[in-house]
Nanobody, 123 residues
Framework: QVQLVESGGGLVQAGGSLRLSCAASGSILSIQTMAWYRQAPGKQRELVAGITSGGSTNYADSVKGRFTISRDNAKNTVYLQMNSLKPEDTAVYYC?????????????????WGQGTQVTVSS
């Protein structure tokens, strides 16, 4: 069974920083793209940042220059360093990954979501 477990959310004042982590576990063969999404109350879930297995990154315009996505392939972990946080960054942040896994001789590829972690930025 493959799981994504996020950590690092919390309450921070505007201008502050937080670092989110997301660790994938299970019978993993490989992980392709890993990404962070967020969903604010009453809004659709949106892509924040993504990173390929080779390290190429992309960011939403709203977070460029403030957020940095990175990954540790040896640990199957993706990070999101969030600096200069703004109240509009308040949302539940979700980890997402394309994972190839195996069990009992069977292999499959699937897109997985974490359970989400709350980030609240006070003004």
């Amino acid at each position: 069974q493959v799981q994504l477990v996020e950590s690092g959310g919390g309450l921070v004042q505007a201008g502050g920083s937080l670092r989110l982590s997301c660790a994938a576990s299970g019978s993993i063969l490989s992980i392709q793209t890993m990404a962070w999404y967020r969903q604010a109350p009453g809004k659709q879930r949106e892509l924040v940042a993504g990173i390929t297995s080779g390290g190429s990154t992309n960011y939403a315009d709203s977070v460029k220059g403030r957020f940095t996505i990175s990954r540790d392939n040896a640990k199957n972990t993706v990070y999101l360093q969030m600096n200069s946080l703004k109240p509009e960054d308040t949302a539940v942040y979700y980890c997402n990954a394309d994972i190839a896994a195996t069990t009992r001789g069977f292999q499959w590829s699937k897109n997985y979501w974490g359970q989400g972690t709350q980030v609240t930025v006070s003004s």
